[in-house]
């Protein structure tokens, strides 16, 4: 990815980001053997699907619905994840399906910022 542009981030090395003379920010995310992309441009996002055809096999399996027991639901102005389903399956996995909720130590419908350059990470093993 770093030979067609991309930048890799220092953060989360799986991610590769790429930022067009244009304003299309690219972003794609690599895990094993699936790859989500992400485009703001329909046509320069099937470009790139036919640019990774040519260096790879490819399965294009439309908008990302779940991902790493990530579900993802998306509305006219928003795009929503949550575990809720990977939740319920650790529950009814442990026996716990019927106990009492208790309240979260996290704000809900917490909006997220842009986030600055991501920092460096020793790559290496300690």
Request: proline share 2%; with cysteine; glycine share 4%.
């Amino acid at each position: 990815m770093t030979i067609m542009g991309y930048n890799q981030s220092q953060g989360d090395h799986t991610l590769f980001i790429n930022h067009s003379k244009l304003g299309v920010v690219t972003t794609l995310l690599v895990y094993v053997d699936d790859i989500i992309v992400t485009r703001n441009d329909l046509k320069e996002r099937e470009a790139l699907r036919c640019q990774l055809t040519n260096e790879f096999e490819i399965k294009d399996l439309g908008k990302l619905k779940y991902f790493l027991r990530i579900e993802v639901a998306y509305s006219k102005r928003a795009i929503f994840i949550s575990q809720h389903k990977y939740m319920l399956d650790l529950l009814k996995e442990t026996g716990k399906l019927a106990c009492k909720p208790v309240e979260m130590p996290i704000e809900q419908n917490h909006l997220t910022t842009e986030a600055s350059e991501d920092e460096a990470v020793d790559k290496g093993m300690h």
